[in-house]
């Protein structure tokens, strides 16, 4: 008779070690485990290809992109595409040079972006261009910055307060369509400020913001920045985009260039 001690012993090395598995149930199990494992394995080769031709397509996909947009910056200058022609040719108030007429409005971020490229670019535009500003007024809420330029404009202020109105606009944030934030700012850049505010609220400077509103709509200006060419030609920076609709300013410095040739060759009637 075995003791309590040895039978409580040799039970519980039985219950630990349980049944023991058939050999023909643990080989099945082996061979199952490494079917899945070479299903894995299957799985992650496919992905690892299917990544690496997704790789490849999308760096030709970027070649492609870069070639054809390399080709329209090199391309020629197409009506309809690059410029349009005015279908009412208008007016140019000096005869004897081509006339280059920017449409802008202060407020206008697209603007403030063109006035660094457009400053080097009047640097070394042809002698025979004469560049003029011209505000577009597209609603009443444009009129206050319309008068502001042109009070600038008749105190012979422009090529010192120009790029500083844009400046306190776009990277200030001041508010210079109020005309009470306006005399002050223009009272701290050193000008008399009843002297301003007096030409800011003239008749004359009241009508050309008037007159400003029936040119923009005479010429058909559809947004703005905007340039015309001699009253003929009509071309603006968001026709010169980048694959990441950017706009591409050398490209669209080409295209005035191009277009002012065009005029140019226009008068002369070749």
């Known amino acids: 008779m075995a003791s309590r001690a040895h039978r409580s012993l040799h039970q519980r090395r039985a219950a630990q070690s349980g049944p023991r598995e058939p050999e023909a149930q643990r080989r099945g199990n082996d061979v199952d485990q490494g079917s899945r494992g070479s299903r894995y394995r299957n799985r992650l080769a496919f992905h690892g290809e299917t990544m690496t031709a997704f790789r490849k397509i999308t760096a030709l996909a970027s070649v492609l992109a870069l070639f054809l947009f390399s080709a329209q910056a090199g391309a020629q200058v197409v009506a309809g595409r690059d410029y349009r022609v005015l279908a009412s040719p208008q007016p140019t108030t000096n005869g004897a040079r081509i006339e280059v007429l920017e449409f802008f409005w202060y407020g206008c971020p697209h603007c403030n972006n063109l006035q660094a490229p457009l400053s080097a670019w009047l640097k070394r535009k042809p002698a025979d261009v004469e560049f003029k500003r011209m505000p577009a007024v597209f609603q009443d809420s444009w009129i206050p910055l319309t008068r502001a330029y042109f009070t600038i404009e008749a105190l012979g202020l422009v090529d010192r307060l120009h790029h500083d109105v844009f400046a306190a606009i776009h990277?200030?944030?001041?508010?210079?369509?109020?005309?009470?934030?306006?005399?002050?700012?223009?009272?701290?850049?050193?000008?008399?400020?009843?002297?301003?505010?007096?030409?800011?609220?003239?008749?004359?400077?009241?009508?050309?913001?008037?007159?400003?509103?029936?040119?923009?709509?005479?010429?058909?200006?559809?947004?703005?920045?905007?340039?015309?060419?001699?009253?003929?030609?009509?071309?603006?920076?968001?026709?010169?985009?980048?694959?990441?609709?950017?706009?591409?300013?050398?490209?669209?410095?080409?295209?005035?260039?191009?277009?002012?040739?065009?005029?140019?060759?226009?008068r002369s009637g070749k």
């Not at 490209?251 to 005029?263: G, N, P, Q, Y």
């Open 171 to 266: 990277e200030k944030k001041l508010r210079l369509q109020d005309p009470a934030v306006l005399f002050d700012w223009v009272a701290k850049q050193g000008i008399d400020r009843e002297k301003f505010a007096q030409t800011y609220n003239s008749f004359a400077v009241q009508t050309r913001a008037q007159r400003a509103r029936d040119i923009t709509s005479r010429y058909d200006i559809p947004g703005t920045p905007a340039v015309v060419v001699d009253g003929r030609y009509l071309t603006a920076p968001s026709l010169t985009l980048n694959p990441d609709n950017s706009i591409n300013y050398d490209r669209f410095f080409k295209v005035l260039d191009e277009v002012i040739a065009l005029a140019r060759k226009t």
